[in-house]
């Protein structure tokens, strides 16, 4: 199981979003994803339990504000807690209930305000329970170390009803479980659609783009981080790609770039440089030719030979670090010659 804690200011958004369907879908995609999925998209909420008490989104709302009204001191009263079964578990609507009321049990809200409502759009059935931190005598409830407790939770609830396993998050593993490999699915398809924009791209811009238009956020200061579309963000370090990383594969792109379009591609395209270099020595240099003579083609054969003629040409004689040079051997030898003979001199 996996469960998250989170606390808010409002009672009204918290409550809204756990008793109505998605409000980004229509009646007919509801339909049609319902078709397609064979899940419950629409009326996808069912309320497990109401604790202390009753009524609409309104009324909740109403009644959560009132008993929240006890302790001015708090500033955050909404507790929302969710729990979902990890894939291939499967869960009866009443041991939903039941581990609903464990949750509330092990976070202080018992005898608090709370609803329990189950959703049935995902592929994994997963709980929600919105519960008021401030208790009917003014006390509030904790939520201090929350991670652990929920984790701890969760490992407990997987052993009592006999369900699949799932590590805890890394900080409250023992030494020995941290070194278990972890698989993060998440992680792993963004790497690989950073790859994917990378390859071919030269500009900052374009890759920012392309990760834009695979529905990433991209934020970038003195690092770079990607923010899904379900608002989870991961860090470029993470993943194996960051700032200065993507900018190195970005400056190689753009020289590799510029060296292929400086050289020929083939034989072919060679030929036809060779061909027109030849074409416009010729115009500045005409070779003397009969006066019968009509006109001059340069073959594929010549053309070739012409532009190993040209390169050679174009080639130095001597580089430093080549070896001997014969030229230099010849200065010498003339300026001891030289030398020799003004020391005869009387």
């Not at 931190?133 to 409830?141: E, F, H, L, Q, S």
């Not at 970005?250 to 440089?273: F, V």
Request: proline share 4%; net charge positive.
């Amino acid at each position: 199981m996996i469960g998250k804690v989170t606390i808010g200011a409002s009672f009204y958004h918290c409550i809204s979003y756990c008793l109505e369907d998605k409000r980004k879908l229509s009646e007919q995609q509801k339909e049609q994803l319902s078709f397609q999925e064979g899940l419950q998209h629409k009326d996808r909420a069912e309320v497990l339990e109401y604790n202390h008490c009753f009524g609409n989104k309104r009324e909740l709302t109403e009644q959560f504000r009132d008993v929240g009204k006890l302790s001015k001191r708090v500033e955050k009263p909404v507790m929302h807690l969710s729990i979902r079964s990890a894939p291939g578990d499967q869960l009866s609507t009443e041991q939903w209930r039941e581990i609903g009321r464990a949750a509330a049990k092990e976070f202080g809200l018992e005898d608090h305000q709370y609803i329990c409502v189950l959703h049935k759009d995902t592929q994994q059935p997963h709980i929600h329970v919105v519960g008021n931190r401030v208790g009917y005598d003014g006390k509030v409830a904790s939520d201090s170390n929350s991670y652990a407790r929920m984790a701890a939770l969760c490992r407990r609830l997987e052993k009592e009803y006999d369900l699949r396993q799932v590590l805890s998050p890394r900080r409250f593993l023992s030494p020995k479980d941290r070194q278990i490999p972890r698989q993060d699915i998440r992680k792993d398809r963004l790497k690989a659609e950073i790859k994917q924009a990378l390859q071919g791209t030269r500009s900052y811009q374009d890759f920012e783009k392309r990760m834009q238009d695979k529905g990433y956020l991209v934020d970038k200061g003195r690092g770079i981080a990607f923010e899904d579309g379900k608002k989870v963000r991961t860090k470029g370090s993470e993943v194996g790609y960051s700032l200065q990383t993507i900018e190195r594969v970005l400056a190689q792109n753009e020289q590799k770039q510029r060296l292929s379009s400086t050289q020929p591609k083939d034989k072919t395209q060679q030929r036809e440089m060779a061909r027109k270099t030849v074409t416009q020595a010729m115009r500045h240099h005409p070779i003397p030719v009969e006066e019968k003579t009509i006109g001059f083609t340069v073959s594929d054969q010549m053309a070739d030979g012409m532009s190993n003629m040209v390169q050679e040409l174009l080639r130095p004689e001597y580089s430093p670090g080549a070896g001997r040079n014969p030229w230099a051997e010849e200065e010498e030898w003339k300026r001891k010659k030289k030398k020799k003979r003004q020391s005869y001199r009387p």
